[in-house]
């Protein structure tokens, strides 16, 4: 007969974290396997922290997004956002999918470029593209987003260098109704600075005007907004199809689709909150149907969605080191995972699950990581069982952004593996290691000897 394990008694507080009306009771099951594996034992093999990724969900999630957008409009290319997660087994599940590349970058650029993608496939955006940049990409004619004036003069002079007429679209910036206006980047559309740029481009006859591009903000979570934008953009096209006769080939949307991660200080879960792919392209759709292109003269529209696509597809694992009070008696969990590889933990509340069988007994708790950093917080509160040393957790809705903006901080960074849609698992990164470290590191003759 096993033995039960003793739980003290726990007089829960009123004051706790942020509520809602379903309360703070955690009523989930245990994650004791991800797509068929034991999390004991990928932790075993792999070490802890790690990274899972799960090839199966982000297949449906594109599936999903495409149908939602395509039965509801009849010319939709997505583009895959290597800024959310540029590991190149990611990308290339997104280009198997049919997405295109969007970078914003030359260390992005080019590694599309090494990925196989086709240059004519690749959507370059953002404020900084050098003249080697630019010069590559004009050069696989691949399509260039304007960002600002500088750029757009140095285009014109690489035309006239190259001898070739670049395929371009401007970045365009608007009141869509949500505050603060993403105003940094582009050329705005209300006080005429985006009439400006397409004048100089039409005018210059050194560019292919081809498209008009908007990314209105991130972790969007009202679908009107990009209904006004592609409003906004329609009439743009509009008037230059009228000015000049010249017809442009696409509406950029941009991303910046909520996933179903719950954002600090919500009163709601994400779950219940975030729109559905289907949600943002009924009020994209219908505002491009609404504008008055001619049936046969309808744009096609792109899509740059990365965090809506990946965020659920990610698990990141890890191990409790230990259980302290604070001063005030409050319960504090601190796990082998910090805030430098789950960089996302500053702008979410991110789902926990243990990954054992649990009591029904919980407490109010803050999760620490194991930095030496008092900012070191994965969450500042939420009601947990009594976990030990030892045991292990999940913590969900991380496939975005933390493989690209976590840092080699105290620790290094851990392993990544996939599971894919056979359920067959693969080591996509390794971790890193002290020499990955030294390798790039030189020391200077006079500092070799030490006493």
Known sequence: MNKVRYERPVIKKLETGM????????????????????????????????????ERIIRSNIKKA???????????QFAWSYKTNY???????????????????????????????????????????????????????SLIHIDHLDELYTITELAETLNKRPRVAIRVNMDTGVYPMWDRFGFNYENGQAWDALNKIMHSGKMELVGLHCHIGTFMLSPHAYGVAATKLAELALSIEQKFKHEIKYIDLGGGFASK?????SYLPGTDTSPSFNDFAEAISTALLNSNFQKDKLPLLVLETGRALIDEAGYLLGTVISNKRS???RRNTILD?????????????????????????????????????????????????????GEHVVIHSVGAYNMTQWMQFITLRPNVVLIDAEEKLHLIRDKESLENMNNMEKIP???RKIN
């Not at 991660?261 to 200080?265: E, S, V």
């Open 19 to 54: 509520p809602n009306k379903f309360g703070t009771r955690m009523d989930y099951e245990p994650l004791t396997h991800i797509d068929g594996h034991s999390v004991a034992k990928m932790l075993k093999d792999y070490g802890s922290p790690l990274f899972v990724i799960s």
């Open 445 to 447: 003759e006079h500092l």
């Open 66 to 76: 495409k149908r939602a957008f395509e039965t509801r409009y009849p010319k939709v």
């Open 261 to 265: 991660n719950t954002l600090k200080g």
């Open 337 to 389: 995972i910090g805030v430098n590889i789950l960089f996302t933990s500053y702008w979410y509340d991110h789902k926990i699950t243990p990954a054992q069988p649990f009591t029904q007994y919980t407490e109010d708790t803050c999760v620490y990581g194991p930095l030496c950093m008092n900012i070191d917080v994965i969450r500042e509160s939420t009601s947990l069982p009594l976990l030990n040393k």
């Open 327 to 329: 001063s005030t008696g």
């Open 87 to 141: 590991l190149n087994a990611i990308c290339n599940i997104f280009h198997q999918e049919g997405s295109w590349a969007e970078v914003v970058s030359g260390f992005e650029y080019d590694k599309a470029i090494n990925l196989g993608v086709d240059g004519r496939k690749i959507i370059f955006n953002g404020p900084n593209k050098s003249e080697l940049d630019l010069t590559k990409a004009i050069n696989n004619d």
